[in-house]
């Protein structure tokens, strides 16, 4: 299971099948999609000399170029279709929709074409965002598409684009999966009784057959885990999320001081980039030395292409300039990217917040946290942001333990200077996570027994102080391949359909020759996305295979933003 490679399928197959020179037309949404799993220069290889969107009406007209349209079956990208097919710019027209189509979409289309321009139409299912081969994400932006509507509820437009999706995806896999839900969700079991709908609605696309017995679907919710969101990441590819951002596939460094007009933005390309392919999951430590050599095996290079002594050596120059040429690219792009990160880390005194949250997401330890926290807060050095987030880790720990200070530390922060609202996003936390809306002992301290197993937990070797934190996403399906506490997890995630009969979970074998999906209600972080790398790498042996995906990839900043909008007190 690879989701880029299923949205690189169907990109070759839409550029591929209609030979000739041609232009690729694309809408608002499934532009990013084909540009984090594809390259310009890979389409020009295939014959397609321009990329444009379907909106621009200012296009020229080119008959004598074959089009291709890959739009999502809205009601905005139809009326574009339409407006192209009443006065045609192109010779032919291929057109590709990311999702089931409706009946009646396809006899408006017809009826517009007076040209008889439209050679073919089909269903292509990429509706989805595929940044990395085990992650997906539906790409819900709060301003378009806002999750909740009230409180632990789906908004509806969310919902529909979350379905749509997820559909998508199981289609691009070609999978009928059993599907579970956490138990104290409404929204998850909601999400999985529309797309149990819609795959027996369109029997014919998902098929008549039974459900996938070696195919899982775990639908869980945010409000279980609101730790994982709040940490600071030490790996690259999180750490270039949260502190500088990427945009399907793109960063922007234009606001960086002093940088060079050539790295103002650039691209993060698994594919185009071997040494972002490698690096991506090494933690900032180890980070510097991979730079380092990288940057040696470069001047290594460049040492050996200046000895141009003979017709042969020219030749050979000549043949590996393409290849030198995006050598010395990504070095710049990557020295840049890390020195960036290391000015930020610095100038934020992200190691000494990060130690704070690790403790106080890991271990159970009230007086010496609770005076550290005071400490960091009336620290002037370290950012508003900074200090709400230990502030709201803190919040979650010790929300029902003896000599709670929530109180005591919402005015330390506001007396030091933080904006109101920030200090009333502990409240809004507490309102969509607190211990009253979560399903499970998230920090094992709600009883006598949990607690021991916390303190025991916190005595096992780990990489660093800075990486002690295991989201308990990972956890959770480690213990179900595994085999480990059956009846726990079958009461969590119950089967959507009490008929169904799927592998039981707690198998004392584990599970083999199972593929597994998790999508996360609420957004799902680049921590997770590690851990399910690494987790298919474990149990590869097993012949067990894991996707993670959610309505949006969070950082800390995008995870407070969403829940304000409707657990504001």
Not at 271 to 289: C, R
Not at 397 to 410: C, H, P, S
Not at 445 to 455: P, V
Request: glycine share 6%.
């Amino acid at each position: 299971m690879d989701a880029v490679k299923a949205v690189q399928y169907y990109t070759n197959r839409m550029v591929s099948d209609a030979s000739g020179m041609k232009v690729l037309l694309l809408d608002r949404e499934t532009t990013p999609i084909i540009s984090l799993v594809s390259t310009q220069s890979y389409l020009l290889a295939k014959e397609t000399y321009l990329v444009d969107r379907i909106e621009n009406s200012s296009r020229d007209t080119m008959r004598h170029l074959k089009c291709i349209c890959f739009v999502r079956p809205t009601d905005a990208s139809i009326q574009a279709l339409l407006d192209e097919l009443r006065s045609p710019k192109y010779g032919d027209y291929y057109i590709y929709f990311s999702n089931i189509l409706k009946k009646s979409m396809i006899e408006v289309l017809a009826e517009n074409d007076e040209s008889e321009v439209v050679r073919e139409i089909q269903e292509f299912y990429a509706d989805f965002y595929a940044p990395t081969p085990c992650l997906f994400h539906i790409g819900l932006v709060p301003s378009v598409h806002p999750l909740f509507a009230e409180g632990h509820s789906w908004n509806p437009g969310a919902l529909g684009r979350t379905v749509q999706g997820l559909s998508a995806l199981l289609l691009s896999l070609k999978k009928r999966p059993n599907i579970r839900y956490e138990r104290n969700s409404v929204m998850a079991q909601k999400l999985g009784q529309e797309l149990e709908y819609l795959m027996s609605h369109e029997s014919g696309l998902f098929g008549t057959k039974a459900i996938d017995t070696h195919a899982q679907l775990f639908i869980v919710d945010r409000k279980n885990d609101p730790v994982t969101p709040l940490l600071t990441q030490w790996t690259y590819h999180a750490l270039l999320y949260e502190l500088i951002g990427i945009n399907n596939g793109r960063i922007d460094l234009s606001h960086v001081p002093g940088i060079r007009p050539e790295v103002k933005e650039v691209m993060l390309s698994q594919d185009q980039d071997t040494f972002f392919k490698q690096s991506q999951h090494l933690n900032f430590g180890d980070l510097g030395a991979s730079i380092k050599k990288f940057v040696e095996m470069y001047q290594t290079n460049t040492k050996s292409h200046h000895q141009i002594e003979s017709i042969a050596d020219m030749k050979r120059f000549v043949e590996a300039y393409p290849e030198f040429r995006k050598l010395s690219g990504n070095v710049t792009k990557h020295v840049t990217l890390v020195g960036e990160l290391s000015r930020l880390v610095a100038e934020r005194h992200l190691l000494a917040v990060s130690e704070l949250e690790q403790s106080l997401a890991c271990n159970e330890q009230h007086n010496s946290d609770l005076k550290a926290l005071r400490a960091l807060i009336s620290n002037a050095k370290i950012t508003a942001e900074n200090k709400v987030r230990c502030a709201i880790l803190y919040a979650l720990r010790y929300e029902r333990a003896q000599g709670n200070a929530t109180a005591e530390l919402k005015q330390l922060l506001t007396s030091s200077g933080v904006d109101a609202d920030q200090v009333a996003s502990i409240d809004v936390v507490l309102r969509y996570a607190g211990v009253s809306e979560r399903q499970s002992d998230l920090f094992q301290n709600e009883n006598l027994f949990s607690r021991g197993r916390s303190i025991f937990k916190g005595l096992q070797g780990v990489e660093n102080v800075y990486t002690q934190h295991t989201p308990a996403l990972a956890e959770m399906v480690e213990q179900i391949v595994r085999g480990k506490q059956g009846l726990h997890w079958q009461e969590r995630l119950p089967n959507l359909d009490p008929k169904a009969r799927p592998p039981l979970l707690g198998n004392e074998n584990g599970m083999h020759n199972q593929d597994i999906i998790v999508f996360v209600v609420g957004g799902v972080t680049m921590e997770e996305e590690m851990a399910v790398a690494k987790l298919n790498e474990k149990f590869a042996s097993q012949n067990v295979r894991l996707l993670i995906g959610g309505t949006s990839i969070h950082t800390s900043s995008s995870f407070l933003a969403e829940l304000s909008t409707t657990f504001f007190p």
